[in-house]
């Protein structure tokens, strides 16, 4: 939900108070950095039980290429029930293999408002063991 969204709704307990501060703090991270051609932005979007990321080039606007814990890709390389932390890993370094095979090796990491903890962290760290420079 966006910002202006979120302005003309009445705040109506702590989770909408929640969801406000992280998109104010995403917003204030979105005014220091920028995705290019050569060095896109990482986005990492975390929900309760899943992990999404995009590679996004700002200057044209397009989404590049994106990955979550839900793909079948992830699903196929999980033996039985690994922990949130373990499938954020392989996540990133999915994300890194699609990245390279379009000629992509650094990256600009935007962790979305959240906290660089946790699976945040542990999607990066997958990503950088599969070759992206953060």
Do not use: N
Not at 71 to 95: F, H, N, T
Request: include cysteine.
């Amino acid at each position: 939900m966006s910002i202006s969204k979120l302005k003309r709704r009445r705040v109506r307990g702590k989770a909408d108070q929640r969801v406000r501060a992280r998109l104010r703090r995403h917003a204030r991270t979105l005014k220091k950095i920028r995705g290019t051609a050569e060095r896109p932005r990482l986005v990492v979007r975390r929900t309760l039980r899943h992990i999404e990321a995009q590679l996004v080039d700002d200057d044209l606007g397009i989404c590049i290429t994106g990955i979550s814990t839900r793909s079948k890709e992830v699903q196929a390389k999980l033996e039985d029930d690994g922990s949130k932390a373990i499938q954020s890993r392989l996540a990133g370094q999915l994300m890194a293999e699609r990245a390279k095979a379009k000629g992509i090796e650094r990256v600009v990491f935007d962790r979305g408002g959240c906290t660089y903890h946790g699976r945040v962290q542990a999607f990066a760290e997958g990503a950088r063991e599969g070759g992206l420079r953060i």
